[in-house]
Nanobody, 115 residues
C-alpha cells in the first residue's frame, strides 16, 4: 500500500524559506509522477508543482522562481523548497503520487506565512 507522509511545515515570516519533504513507502518516486498541492482556508485545492518519472518539472505561475521541486531516488523522497514566501502561500500542503492513473495523497503539512 502506498503511503505518503509530508513534513517540514511551520510558521515563517514573509520572505523566509521552508523545505517540505514527502516520504514515500510502498512505491518508487522515480517511477511515478509526484505532485505538490496546497489548500488555503476557504479555497479550492490548488496545483503547485510536479516532477514526472522522466524528470520533467511543472509549476503553477504564482510560485515560479520561488519554489523548487526535487526528488532523491535513493531516499525515495520528494521535496519542495519554498523561498521568498508570501502570506498568500499560507495553506496546507499535500504531496500526491500518480501511478497507473490512481492518485494517492499524504495527510498534509501546514505552512503559515506571516506579514
Amino acid at each position: 500500500q502506498v503511503q505518503l507522509v509530508e513534513s517540514g511545515g511551520g510558521l515563517v515570516q514573509a520572505g523566509g524559506s521552508l523545505r517540505l519533504s514527502c516520504a514515500a513507502s510502498g512505491s518508487d518516486v522515480s517511477s511515478n509522477t509526484m505532485d505538490w498541492y496546497r489548500q488555503a482556508p476557504g479555497k479550492q485545492r490548488e496545483f503547485v508543482a510536479r516532477i514526472t518519472s522522466g524528470g520533467t518539472i511543472y509549476y503553477v505561475d504564482s510560485v515560479k522562481g520561488r519554489f523548487t521541486i526535487s526528488r532523491d531516488n535513493a531516499k525515495n523522497m520528494v521535496y519542495l523548497q519554498m523561498n521568498s514566501l508570501k502570506p498568500e502561500d499560507t495553506a496546507v500542503y499535500y504531496c500526491a503520487q500518480t501511478q497507473f492513473g490512481v492518485v494517492d495523497w499524504g495527510q498534509g503539512t501546514q505552512v503559515t506565512v506571516s506579514s
